[in-house]
């Protein structure tokens, strides 16, 4: 899932919406924040373009949301 809805293209983290914490709260889970590093480059390569470097995916440590979370 994505909390930002849309892809960053400037590479720095956009607003999340309340969807993701309200789901992470009712099942009680932590949330595991995620990063797609370069995936943009790689989408030249189906418009006949070279590659670009490769797709990275970087985790960073979970986050707690609340059992009392309000909208």
């Known amino acids: 899932m ?3 809805g849309t892809r960053s293209k400037n590479g ?3 607003e999340w ?3 993701m914490a309200v789901m992470a709260s009712a099942a009680q ?3 595991i924040p995620t990063a797609v590093v370069n995936t ?3 989408l ?3 418009r006949g ?3 670009g470097p490769p797709v990275h995916i970087r985790y960073g440590n979970p ?3 609340g059992a009392n979370l309000s909208k």
Do not use: A, K, L
């Open 2 to 4: 994505f909390p930002e």
């Open 29 to 31: 889970v932590p949330i």
């Open 17 to 19: 919406h309340i969807g």
């Open 12 to 14: 720095q983290m956009g």
């Open 44 to 46: 030249e390569v189906r």
């Open 40 to 42: 943009h480059s790689p």
């Open 49 to 51: 373009r070279p590659g």
């Open 63 to 65: 986050i707690t949301v």
